[in-house]
């Protein structure tokens, strides 16, 4: 097909912002197909020496092509001053204002919602790819509420241990080797939902999606984070010291399930050293009868 161009496409509302860019909501003139289109401003993202995230975003976006609860990105185009990235769009938005709506989400929902979000986690880890910044704000609903994982522009490659014993390759984009020249794992990603090892520069893995997990079902329960300050300095110092409480009521199962996952030692949280991710998560009692191989053909519950 031809290189689509901006004048292929009707531009209406701003429905997100990232870092460096904003997100329209956009019908394509030709099919009347809605999309949305993230815009980077070229200047900006050479000025903040952003150009390997974008490029990195780009590259993971089409290897996870067609991944299931994953956001598509259609293709790309680019003009003068910007990027075009035409993605999925998601017509329920957020899982946050959903979540706020409500105050907070019943276990039905929870389960339903949080089973979601962890086969979507199975699908990016098996492909070898950390989000690093998982959060509410960047796991979408689409127009049959369910959901579709959002924002890889923290994201990276990453190879499992074995093969970097071995040295055997794995394919694809950037991996340590090819980080910008800075600290090893200076801190990418939202402060409340930030790992442990995230700001304690220890390597980077799978697990600290699993800890932004456990801050997401914590948050779906009782309708806050765990770890929470005016200050961001103040609540780093909670995540490292592990300073969070559980609210009365609480449901026993899955205050179980969240103390499992919000676990200082990265290699300690359930489904870490898991051979099939991610069984043990999976079989724990919170997650009693729920079929996670059929929920993108399940009718979500409702959420009130
Ligand atoms: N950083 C990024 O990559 N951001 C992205 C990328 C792709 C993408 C993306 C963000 C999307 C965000 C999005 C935002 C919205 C949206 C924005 C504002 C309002 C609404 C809205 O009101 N939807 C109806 C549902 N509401 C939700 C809240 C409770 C009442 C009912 C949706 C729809 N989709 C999207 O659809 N596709």
Redesign the pocket.
């Known amino acids: 097909p031809t290189k689509r161009t901006p004048n292929d496409f009707i531009f209406g ?7 460096f ?1 904003t ?1 329209y ?1 956009t019908k394509d003139i030709h099919t009347q197909k809605e ?2 289109i ?1 815009v980077c401003e070229k200047h900006y993202i050479i000025k903040e020496k952003k150009t390997e995230y974008v490029k990195r ?1 780009k590259d993971i976006l089409f290897y996870l092509s067609n991944t299931p609860f994953i ?1 598509k990105l259609y293709y790309t185009f680019q003009d003068a001053e910007r990027l075009y ?1 035409v ?8 899982l946050l ?2 979540i ?2 409500v105050g907070s989400f019943d276990v039905e929902c929870t389960k339903f919602y949080s089973g979601e979000i962890l086969v979507a986690l199975e699908y990016l880890h098996n492909m070898n790819v950390i989000h690093r910044d998982l959060k509410p704000e ?1 796991i ?3 127009e049959n509420m369910h959901i ?1 994982i ?4 923290s994201a990276k490659m990453y190879k499992p241990a074995v093969d970097r014993k071995t040295k055997n390759g794995v394919s694809g984009c950037n991996d340590d080797e090819d980080e910008p020249r800075r600290r090893k794992n200076s801190f990418v990603g939202t402060a409340q939902y930030v790992s442990p090892e995230l700001l304690t520069d220890k390597p980077v893995t799978p697990s600290s999606d699993l800890w932004a997990f456990g801050c997401i079902i914590y948050q779906m329960i009782s309708g806050l984070p765990p770890f929470r300050s005016r200050s961001e300095y103040i609540m780093f110092q909670k995540i490292t010291k592990l300073e969070y409480e559980f609210p009365s009521g609480f449901c026993e199962k899955a205050r179980n399930l969240v103390e499992k996952l919000l676990v200082l030692d990265s290699e300690q949280r359930i489904g870490a050293t898991d051979k099939v991710k991610y069984s043990s998560i999976r079989s724990h009692p919170f997650y009693e009868s729920l079929d996670f191989d059929n929920l993108h053909k399940t009718t979500p519950p409702p959420i009130y």
Do not use: C, R, W
């Not at 509302?13 to 870092?19: A, L």
């Not at 993605?87 to 957020?94: F, I, T, V």
């Not at 959002?150 to 522009?153: L, Q, R, S």
């Open positions: 509302k701003v429905i997100g912002e990232g870092s860019s997100v909501l999309f949305a993230k975003e956001v990235f993605l999925s769009y998601a017509k329920n938005g957020e204002p959903h706020n709506k960047n979408l609903l689409d579709m959002t924002d890889f522009g």
